[in-house]
C-alpha cells in the first residue's frame, strides 16, 4: 500500500497589510521530501503520525514538501502557486498511489485564488482520480467551502482551542483512512451551516462542554466516525466565511445530517456567549498592578500574530509606562529593524531605540527610550506542546524597568519557555503581558495567578457585526440577528 503526504498551511488574515512570501514559509517551516523534523508544526502532524504507522504497520509512505508559514495578509500568489506546484509535481511522480493524506490549515488566501485549500485539493483530485481516498486534518479557524467538499472524501478538525490536539486529530485522520482503504468503514461527511461566527474557546464554558459531549459520541455510538466544529475565521473576508458542524459517519449520510443539524442549532442558540469577558489597557494594568501577587498574564489578544496581525502595537505597553509599571515582562514586540539596531549595538548596550507600531492604524505609537540591551538570541524559538515555534532572531531589552523581548519572526506567544530562552524567569514576574488570543492558555495557566484578557487598539477586525466586509456573507449571526428563523420559528 501506497500512501502520499504532504502540508501546505496558513492562515490568512485579509485585512493584515503583512504579505507572506515564500520567506516567510522558510521562516516558519519548510521541509522538502523526507526532511520534516521528528516533532510536527501545527498543521504538520499528518506526516509525523503517518511515519509511525507506516513503520509499525509496514505501507510505503512518501513524503512530499511540507510547507508552514505563521499567519499574516494574503499569500503572493507566486509563492502559493510554487508550492502547489511542487507538491502536486512529487504526487504525479509517485502514481500509483492508494491514499492522499493531506495537512491544510483551511483559512488560506492567495492573490487570485479566494479559496486555495479548494483549488489545491481539486488538483490532487484530479491527478490521482476519483477513485482514490484523499482527506486532510484542518484548522477548526477555516473556511469549509463547497469546492473542498467536492474535491476530499473527508476532513477531520482539531476540536481543542487552543489547539492541543492536533497530533491526536492526526491520529484519528489516519484511523480513518486505514480502516477506509481496508473495507472496514465508508465515510459519508455530513455538513450543517450554523449561520453565523463567533470566537470558540474550549479552556472555558460553554464551548468545554460542547466538545466533551461530541467526544461522548463519537466514543458511544459506531456509527460516528468523527464530529468537527469548524470554527470559522472571522479575519477571512471570502464567500463562504462561518461556523460549520461536520459529522462524518460510517456510510450513514442521512443520520449525520440530522446530527449536524441538532449540534448546530445547539452551538447558535448558545450564540455571543462563547468568548473570553474583555478589558480595556486601562483596567488590565490597573487590575494587575494590585493584585496581591503574580504572575498576572495579560493576553493583547487582538494584536495576535496567530491571527495575521503584525504583533508590533504598543497600546498596552504605553499604559504600563505611564503607570510606572516595573517587574514587568512583555512578550513579544514584533520589530526586525529594531532587533538589528540591538544586535549591532551588542548585549550591555545602552542606546536611543524607537520600536514598535509600524504595522497599521490601531496599533499605538512607536516607542522611544533609552534602553539597555541585556540579552541577544539568534533563531530563538519557543515551546508549542510537543513542537518549537521559532521567533527568530530576538533582543531582550530594559525600558524604566520594564522587559521587552523585540522579535524579527512574527509568532504568537505559545509557551513561558518564550521568556526563559531571553532570559527572563517568568514566574519571578508580577505582571507578563503576552500577545495570543488563546493559545498561549495551556502553557500559561499553570503558572499564572490570573489571567485577564485585554482588547487593546485596533489591529484585528474582532467585530464582524461592523467590520467592513466585502466578499463575507451578511445573513449570518451577528450581521443578521437570527438567519434561521423563518426554518425553526422564532428564536
Not at 511522480?93 to 483551511?106: N, Q, R
Not at 513579544?332 to 549591532?344: E, R, S
Given at each position: 500500500?501506497?500512501?502520499?503526504?504532504?502540508?501546505?498551511?496558513?492562515?490568512?488574515?485579509?485585512?493584515?497589510?503583512?504579505?507572506?512570501?515564500?520567506?516567510?514559509?522558510?521562516?516558519?517551516l519548510y521541509a522538502p521530501p523526507g526532511k520534516h523534523p521528528e516533532t510536527p508544526t501545527l498543521c504538520s502532524a499528518p506526516i509525523t503520525v503517518g511515519r509511525r504507522l507506516a513503520a509499525e504497520q509496514g505501507f510505503d509512505l512518501i513524503e512530499g514538501t511540507a510547507a508552514w508559514a505563521d499567519p499574516?495578509?494574503?499569500?503572493?500568489?507566486?509563492?502559493?502557486?510554487?508550492?502547489?506546484?511542487?507538491?502536486?509535481?512529487?504526487?504525479?511522480?509517485?502514481?500509483?498511489?492508494?491514499?492522499?493524506?493531506?495537512?491544510?490549515?483551511?483559512?488560506?488566501?492567495?492573490?487570485?485564488?479566494?479559496?486555495?485549500?479548494?483549488?489545491f485539493l481539486t488538483r490532487v483530485r484530479d491527478i490521482v482520480g476519483p477513485d482514490v481516498l484523499v482527506c486532510a486534518e484542518l484548522d477548526p479557524h477555516s473556511h469549509l467551502t463547497a469546492k473542498r467538499l467536492a474535491a476530499a472524501d473527508f476532513f477531520v478538525y482539531f476540536k481543542e482551542f487552543p489547539h492541543t490536539d492536533f497530533v491526536e486529530r492526526a491520529e484519528d485522520l489516519w484511523r480513518?483512512?486505514?480502516?477506509?482503504?481496508?473495507?472496514?468503514?465508508?465515510?459519508?461527511?455530513?455538513?450543517?451551516?450554523?449561520?453565523?461566527?463567533?470566537?470558540?474557546p474550549t479552556s472555558r464554558e460553554p464551548m468545554r462542554s460542547?466538545?466533551?459531549?461530541?467526544?461522548?459520541?463519537?466514543?458511544?455510538?459506531?456509527?460516528?466516525?468523527?464530529?468537527?466544529?469548524?470554527?470559522?475565521?472571522?479575519?477571512?473576508?471570502?464567500?463562504?466565511?462561518?461556523?460549520?458542524?461536520?459529522?462524518?459517519?460510517?456510510?450513514?449520510?442521512?443520520?449525520?445530517?440530522?446530527?449536524a443539524r441538532e449540534l448546530g442549532l445547539e452551538l447558535f442558540a448558545k450564540r455571543g456567549t462563547f468568548i473570553m469577558p474583555q478589558i480595556n489597557e486601562r483596567e488590565a494594568v490597573s487590575r494587575a498592578l494590585a493584585a496581591a501577587s503574580g504572575p498576572v498574564v495579560i493576553a493583547d489578544i487582538w494584536d495576535n500574530p496567530g491571527g495575521g496581525t503584525a504583533g508590533d502595537a504598543t497600546v498596552l505597553l504605553a499604559e504600563l509606562l505611564a503607570k510606572g509599571a516595573k517587574d514587568t515582562a512583555v512578550g513579544?514586540?514584533?520589530?526586525?529593524?529594531?532587533?538589528?539596531?540591538?544586535?549591532?549595538a551588542?548585549?550591555?548596550?545602552r542606546i536611543q531605540l524607537r520600536f514598535g507600531a509600524k504595522s497599521a492604524p490601531g496599533t499605538g505609537n512607536p516607542i522611544d527610550g533609552i534602553v539597555k540591551v541585556i540579552r541577544l538570541v539568534r533563531n530563538a524559538q519557543m515551546r508549542f506542546g510537543e513542537s518549537f515555534a521559532p521567533f527568530g532572531d530576538a533582543a531582550h531589552i530594559q525600558l524604566n524597568g520594564i522587559d521587552i523581548i523585540l522579535n524579527s519572526t512574527r509568532a504568537q506567544s505559545f509557551d513561558p519557555s518564550l521568556f526563559s530562552v531571553m532570559g527572563i524567569e517568568p514566574t519571578s514576574r508580577k505582571i507578563l503581558v503576552i500577545k495570543s488570543t488563546n493559545h498561549f492558555?495551556?502553557?500559561?495557566?499553570?503558572?499564572?495567578?490570573?489571567?485577564?484578557?485585554c482588547s487593546a487598539?485596533?489591529?484585528?477586525?474582532?467585530?464582524?457585526?461592523?467590520?467592513?466586509?466585502?466578499?463575507?456573507?451578511?445573513?449570518?449571526?451577528?450581521?443578521?440577528?437570527?438567519?434561521?428563523?423563518?426554518?425553526?420559528?422564532?428564536?
Open positions: 500500500m501506497r500512501i502520499f503526504t504532504a502540508t501546505l498551511a496558513t492562515e490568512t488574515n485579509t485585512f493584515s497589510p503583512i504579505c507572506v512570501d515564500r520567506r516567510a514559509f522558510e521562516a516558519s499574516a495578509g494574503l499569500v503572493n500568489r507566486l509563492t502559493y502557486e510554487g508550492l502547489r506546484d511542487e507538491i502536486l509535481d512529487q504526487l504525479h511522480a509517485t502514481l500509483p498511489v492508494d491514499a492522499v493524506v493531506l495537512g491544510l490549515h483551511g483559512a488560506m488566501v492567495a492573490d487570485g485564488y479566494e479559496d486555495t485549500e479548494g483549488d480513518i483512512a486505514l480502516d477506509t482503504l481496508a473495507g472496514r468503514v465508508k465515510p459519508a461527511m455530513s455538513v450543517f451551516d450554523c449561520r453565523m461566527i463567533d470566537v470558540y460542547f466538545v466533551d459531549k461530541i467526544m461522548r459520541m463519537e466514543a458511544a455510538d459506531p456509527d460516528i466516525l468523527s464530529i468537527s466544529v469548524v470554527h470559522g475565521f472571522m479575519a477571512g473576508d471570502v464567500p463562504e466565511m462561518g461556523t460549520k458542524m461536520v459529522v462524518l459517519t460510517d456510510g450513514k449520510p442521512d443520520k449525520g445530517a440530522v446530527l513579544t514586540i514584533w520589530d526586525p529593524m529594531a532587533v538589528q539596531i540591538c544586535m549591532a551588542g548585549e550591555g548596550a492558555y495551556a502553557s500559561f495557566a499553570p503558572i499564572a495567578s490570573e489571567i485577564l484578557y487598539g485596533t489591529p484585528y477586525p474582532n467585530n464582524p457585526a461592523r467590520t467592513a466586509y466585502r466578499r463575507a456573507p451578511r445573513d449570518i449571526w451577528p450581521m443578521a440577528d437570527n438567519p434561521h428563523e423563518d426554518a425553526q420559528g422564532a428564536a
